[in-house]
């Protein structure tokens, strides 16, 4: 036993929401040994979340009884834009300015650090163990309260000279637009294929169309329900379903052209819909992919919430 000890090398993975910090120990093959989450106290600057994740470190440590030489590394993705060097440019929901992560969790833990941007760290983990396994080059596309993205190349993350590789949801897909986006600008992929937009895409077909639908008897209309009612043959809500994928899978298609992936994950709280988005998705990627791009895969997240523990601790791994 003593010399599976030895030989045994373990990862930690660490996962920044603005709320709760997950955590995860993982053996370098990518099995999960723990998960557990802290409080994320973004108070005064946010200047107590790496020391809070480094004491956690150091607790589990000692529950788990591992020293210090059988720990490969720490990863950590945060929300936010990260370059290569580990240096994060803002992140607003854990009040930090420009910092580098890695080097500031490193000198309090002691253990090689590296940390990405949430989505791309996701992207990693989904690629290691779930929708994505198998494949190195891999596009992940969140469709949540917004639209994320994580590229990976070659079983590397692409950051991008700013941080802002993957940034999928802020790409213009409606220069005619008029109502803004959350990051300020119009048009942008995020406000017709994110949960949200899906909503904003139903309001607007309700209002401009005069089709009968359940739509319009219901007091607040969710994404979910405008999937469900379109697997039930609601022709309102299959119209905007089909508004919906015709632009994701245009605009994926327009993705494939820069990174030509193996295979594109979507995950996120829409696409619990299932079949019924990523097959509308893909026959749309097809009519408008360059062809040498047609066979490009599509397969739904694995992972959901632990993607970004999973990626965090592959980062760490060369």
Known sequence: ??????????????????TTVKMGLFTVEGEVLDKWEIKTRTEDGGKNVLPDIADSI??????????????EGVGIGVPGPVKEDGTVLKCVN????????QDELRALTGFEVKAGNDANV???????????????????????????????LNGKMLFGVNGAGGEIGHICVDENETEICGCGNTGCLEQYTSATGVVRLAT??????????????LETVTAKDVFDLAKIGDELAKTVVDEQAHILGRTLAQIACVVDPEIFVIGGGVSKAGSILTDAVKEYFVKYAFHACRGTKFALA???????????????LK
């Open 1 to 18: 036993m003593e010399g599976e000890k030895e030989m045994s090398k373990y990862v930690f993975g660490v996962d920044v929401g603005g």
């Open 94 to 101: 854990l009040g930090w300015g420009i910092l580098n992560v």
């Open 204 to 217: 607007r077909a309700m209002a401009s169309s005069d089709k009968k639908s359940a739509l319009r008897d």
């Open 58 to 71: 150091k607790s589990k440590l000692a529950d788990k009884n591992l020293a210090d030489e059988d720990i």
């Open 122 to 152: 996701a992207a990693l983990g989904e690629m290691w163990q779930g929708g994505g396994k198998g494949y190195s080059n891999v596009v992940m596309v969140t469709l949540g309260t917004g639209v994320g993205g994580g590229i990976i």
């Open 302 to 316: 694995e992972l959901g919430n632990d993607a970004g523990i999973y990626g965090a601790a592959r980062s760490i």
